[in-house]
């Protein structure tokens, strides 16, 4: 029987095994944050969209007061997922804010909130009424 001389191992024996749970570390983070932020997306749209439905239908509301548009207002905030924070008439303009919370897998997170504002359009809103051609010709008049 030979023995055979070993076979000398340089000092990164065993670095694939670290590389390998490194890279799935980190792959693992990311994909936490990533899901994280479209959890935060996703509420930032939920609050968003509740608080512009809020607003209109506080508007629509308040010929019969700032009670009964608030009202409809918060109903139409929580079927839409949200909490209505804050309602007011500003004549007959209708101020919302509206709030979204949302869960993810990292422990930090704020709800997420929105305001709107929607009421009708100032009388004297957009350009003036044109007075000749829409496409800026000049007519021409011919003689009969």
Do not use: I, K
């Amino acid at each position: 029987m030979s023995r055979h001389a070993p076979v000398p191992r340089g000092g990164d024996a065993g670095v694939a095994s670290v590389w390998a749970a490194t890279a799935a570390a980190v792959l693992l983070l990311v994909g936490t944050v990533g899901v994280d932020l479209a959890a935060a997306t996703r509420a930032r749209h939920v609050a968003s969209a509740a608080a512009d439905l809020s607003a209109l239908a506080a508007t629509g509301q308040s010929v019969d007061g700032t009670a009964a548009a608030c009202a409809r207002a918060a109903d139409l905030a929580a079927r839409n997922g949200a909490e209505l924070l804050t309602c007011r008439l500003d004549g007959w303009d209708a101020l919302v804010e509206t709030q979204v919370a949302w869960s993810g897998l990292l422990p930090l997170r704020a709800p997420a909130r929105a305001r709107a504002r929607a009421g009708p359009a100032p009388v004297d809103a957009g350009p003036p009424p044109a007075s000749g051609p829409v496409d800026g010709s000049v007519p021409v008049v011919e003689p009969s």
